[in-house]
């Protein structure tokens, strides 16, 4: 969950693991601070969103020397009957999909990944980020907006 989140904020493999890394890292030294264990979710998905805006702010020699074809694969359903077509068909399309997030601006790619990926309300993700929820709305319009268009462009069904 968190290395997804990361993955697609940063579009780097290695420095999502590094976030990830680090939100455990935070997380642990600051477990005092968690007020309600209900929300310890919700708790790591805004220190791994800081801990990504972070390394987002901080120049370093992976933005000359991006590492080439990293990767993560989304897991398989599990239910062992499709064919093989289809199995190819919709890690093509999921590929797809996460390189067109990928290529978003940040602050789209921040609030798609919010919404859709970790079912987060407007009204959680607002909190999350602080910002109002108009703004939330508006960046998930936009960014949803920019992705049907690169996904037409790319030729997906439809810009699904």
Known sequence: MLLRTAWLLLKDRQAAEE??????IQAYAKIGQLEDPQRLRAWLIAIAVNRCRMRQRTWSWRSIFPA??????????????AAAEELFMAHWENAQLGEAIRSLDYIYRECLTLYYYHEMSIREISAQLRMPENTVKSRLARGRALLKQLLEKEGMKGGQ
Do not use: K, P, Y
């Open 19 to 24: 976030a990830v890394q680090d939100t455990f």
């Open 68 to 81: 080439a074809g990293s990767v993560i694969r989304a897991d398989e359903e599990s239910g062992g009957f």
